[in-house]
Antibody
């Protein structure tokens, strides 16, 4: 069974940093590209970042470029999101999502981890 | 960036009703269109990929159609467990933009 479990969320002050993790199991992690998607309270889904299976290709949303860094450790079947210079507008539930090759749909999602940026 | 626009933003329907949600892309995305269902407090669930292909395990009352810029998600006979918010998403290019969502509520 495919499982994605996020961790690392919490309350952080504006300007602070946080590192999210996503532990994958039930599939060969190194075969799949991965994404982070966030959802602000009461709002819709916003794609945040993408990383290819071998980390050779990385993309970011303009809203986080230069502040967030996506990475992965295929040996540990883990995905990460380092978030620096956090702002109030980064407050959201952050989901990791597996990307199916070909149609590139996000076929499996984690349960999400809440990040709250507030003083 | 490709903009995705869903309509309506919300709708009220009864169990057994046929429901159609539309999604329009700001430029052609061929068939790189996916649909997701999200219930309150839960992660999104993948329903349809490549505009019309049903994800494994998704009931056959869900169907998708379209190509280019105009797409639809249809629920042929609405069931109680289908009341949720539905999102379209394009996977043609980065950023992988989502529609704003359509909330399906009980009439």
């Amino acid at each position: 069974e495919v499982q994605l479990v996020e961790s690392g969320g919490g309350l952080v002050q504006p300007g602070g940093s946080l590192r999210l993790s996503c532990a994958a199991s039930g599939f060969t992690f190194s075969d799949y590209s991965m994404n982070w998607v966030r959802q602000a309270p009461g709002k819709g889904l916003e794609w945040v970042s993408y990383i290819s299976s071998s980390s050779t290709t990385i993309y970011y949303a303009d809203s986080v470029k230069g502040r967030f860094t996506i990475s992965r450790d295929n040996a540990k079947s883990s995905l990460y999101l380092q978030m620096n210079s956090l702002r109030a507008e980064d407050t959201a539930v952050y989901y990791c999502a597996r990307e199916h090759p070909g149609p590139r749909a996000f076929d499996y999602w984690g349960q999400g981890t809440l990040v709250t940026v507030s003083s | 960036d490709i903009q995705m626009t869903q309509s309506p933003s919300s709708l009220s329907a009864s169990v057994g009703d046929r429901v159609t949600i539309t999604c329009r892309a700001s430029q052609s995305i061929r068939s790189y269109l996916n649909w997701y269902q999200q219930k309150p407090g839960k992660a999104p669930k993948h329903l349809i990929y490549a505009a019309s292909s049903l994800q494994s395990g998704v009931p056959s009352r869900f169907s998708g159609s379209g190509s280019g810029t105009d797409f639809t998600l249809t629920i042929s006979s609405l069931q109680p467990e289908d009341f949720a918010t539905y999102y379209c998403q394009q996977s043609y290019s980065t950023p992988r933009t989502f529609g704003q969502g359509t909330k399906v509520e009980i009439k």
